[in-house]
Nanobody
Framework: EVQLVESGGGSVQAGGSLRLSCAAS????????MSWVRQAPGKGLEWISS????????VYLDSVKGRFTISRDDAKNTLYLQMNSLKPEDTAVYYC??????RGQGTQVTVSS
């Protein structure tokens, strides 16, 4: 079992940027494909982006493509999500998730117009 801790959320104005981090415990992080998902108020979980075990072939939800960038540093057991040109509709709790659907506690992102 891997423990995940997300950080980097906050409140920004539309057009701003944030960088989320997800720190994983143990030495098995590199064996997982990883994803970011989010949950907006009153809505279900929404997949945003995934990255393979080797860090190649990132894929994105159409609405974040070109604005968000997923990356990973296996030496640091850390997953990242660089979010630029943020919009109010990006407001949500953001979670990192393993390929076995384990998630952390999430980090809140609030974007004001």
């Amino acid at each position: 079992e891997v423990q995940l801790v997300e950080s980097g959320g906050g409140s920004v104005q539309a057009g701003g940027s944030l960088r989320l981090s997800c720190a994983a415990s143990g030495n098995i992080f590199r064996s997982y494909a990883m994803s970011w998902v989010r949950q907006a108020p009153g809505k279900g979980l929404e997949w945003i982006s995934s990255i393979s075990r080797g860090g190649s072939n990132p894929v994105y939800l159409d609405s974040v493509k070109g604005r968000f960038t997923i990356s990973r540093d296996d030496a640091k057991n850390t997953l990242y999500l660089q979010m630029n040109s943020l919009k109010p509709e990006d407001t949500a709790v953001y979670y990192c998730q393993t390929s076995t659907k384990e998630r952390g506690q999430g980090t809140q992102v609030t974007v004001s117009s």
